[in-house]
Nanobody, 118 residues
């Protein structure tokens, strides 16, 4: 069973950059895609960015396009989320997730808090 562990979240000022990491271990052969989601207080969890494990194609939410970049290190089974030009509305708990062969995100990390102050 895949286990996911996020790291890198912290408090920053608006305009700053931050890189989140997600290390995957155990059963990574069953992973077909990895993604980042976030949940702000009082809001539903939303998709941020995703990457296909096969061809490394990526997709992003409109709200983060051109500011955030998802990438991976195959050797380390780690996926990253580079976040630039952070805004207060980016404040949320960020979750790493793994998708199965159906494209469903069904394995989740514990989350890492990102707080952006103005």
């Amino acid at each position: 069973q895949v286990q996911l562990e996020e790291s890198g979240g912290r408090s920053v000022q608006a305009g700053a950059s931050l890189r989140l990491s997600c290390a995957a271990s155990g059963g990574t052969f069953s992973v077909y895609a990895m993604g980042w989601f976030r949940q702000a207080p009082g809001k539903e969890r939303e998709f941020v960015a995703g990457m296909s494990w096969g061809d490394s194609s990526t997709n992003y939410a409109d709200s983060v396009k051109d500011r955030f970049t998802i990438s991976r290190d195959k050797a380390k089974n780690t996926v990253y989320l580079q976040m630039n030009s952070l805004k207060p509305e980016d404040t949320a708990v960020y979750y790493c997730a793994a998708a199965n062969w159906l494209g469903k995100y069904d394995r989740w990390g514990q989350g890492t808090q990102v707080t952006v102050s103005s």
